[in-house]
DNA sequence: GCTTGAATTGAACAACTGTTCAATTAAACT
DNA sequence: AGTTTAATTGAACAGTTGTTCAATTCAAGC
């Protein structure tokens, strides 16, 4: 039957957090069955409450993770507020678009299963949440100040740019006729263009 | 009050319609039972059977009733091929936004429970939304043909406009700062200049 | 080999699931 | 009135749900 790593809890722990991310995403939350979560790990039912309290609890941690570990490595490659509103830009534009599209169930999740999360629990993730958009708010209004960007609101334009680029992760395949780059490509331009950049690409408005 | 159908069936129908597509952008699809939808609406279980034949297929009929009425709606508002491609991209997103605020429930559902939907169901919204789509990405592409449009991927960069202005949904509040008319001037902003637009407001580019 | 403690299990629980159907009420028509 | 048809129901069915817990297996330390 199973061949459990024994007492190497980390990687069965791993392997529950990516099975339960790989169903939720395809079926939803309530869909998703603590039974048929466990035969796809081999593990009976029981054993799942080992590493979860509960069923809502281990979507709270799915969720909480995805959104840290977002917040971590956009920390990692954000630029200073030394560098110019444009270069910083693209620095979160290509960010983005690296780090969700090989999260692509991950993305959904965190964007489908709010509401599946009980009050304080939807709280604390939208506290998350908000404080990536307003990173990329910061950066456009700083922009807007120091004329190198041109839009009329920042907190607007945030909130459309990253549902423009989390919208990738809908339809992008793998195998798919384009590749990551290129999308990083034809995104960078899209945004360039909707916050109005002037020292870079100043053609596309010629 | 002539008909033979119902006392008025219309209206427990519309009532049921209602209910579903609130609870379910609620809940979840899957969360929502027959029960806890019955009991919304002051009727037995089994008497929801009269008006859908099971669960799925409710969730099917709402989900086909929502894009053939986006559909209907577009199509009486679309200009014709003859109108020059800016003035169509700005009938369109006008029209796109002015749809789709008062119906944050139902687009949300749109969005959200196509995976639960079963495999024959599916493809046939999908292809819906692909025609909805299309639609956006012919005016582009012509713009683009024509030089009153500047973009580089027409499929792409509708895709992008709509996930953005879809977007709005999410966020928006009938009791919030921005209304309704305001949000259609800042997105119709950011539209024009995400496609490169010549004609209109080319002051943004200089 | 024996002990220890963690990892896992099967069985059980009470509640709930979508759905069916014969029986019943409500309404419309004659 | 009565007859016909539509609308609704309660009860039942056969599963499934999340969760608990005593009993068991397992891996490691002695």
């Not at 999740?109 to 990173?135: G, K, P, T, W």
Request: glycine share 6%; proline share 2%; aromatic share 8%.
């Amino acid at each position: 039957m199973a061949r459990r790593v024994g007492s190497d809890g980390v990687r069965t722990e791993a392997a529950i957090r990516d099975a339960a991310l790989r169903l939720i995403a395809r079926f939803g939350y309530e869909a998703l069955s603590m039974r048929r979560l466990a035969e796809e790990v081999d593990l009976g039912a029981a054993a799942l409450y080992r590493y979860f309290p509960n069923k809502q609890a281990m979507l709270f941690s799915l969720l909480k993770t995805h959104m840290t570990e977002l917040l971590a490595a956009w920390a990692k490659v954000r630029l200073p507020v030394s560098a110019s509103a444009p270069v910083r830009l693209e620095a979160f534009t290509r960010f983005h678009i690296r780090h969700h599209l090989p999260r692509a169930t991950g993305v959904f999740l965190s964007y489908m299963e709010l509401r599946s999360l009980s009050r304080e629990n939807f709280d604390a993730i939208e506290v998350l949440r908000r404080q990536y958009e307003r990173d990329l708010a910061q950066i456009l209004a700083d922009g807007a100040a120091a004329g190198t960007l041109a839009m009329d609101h920042s907190r607007v334009t945030a909130r459309a740019i990253i549902a423009l680029l989390t919208g990738i992760t809908t339809w992008y395949r793998e195998d798919g006729p384009l590749g990551a780059s290129e999308i990083e490509e034809i995104y960078w331009n899209i945004v360039a263009r909707m916050t109005g950049i002037k020292t870079r690409e100043a053609a596309l408005c010629s």
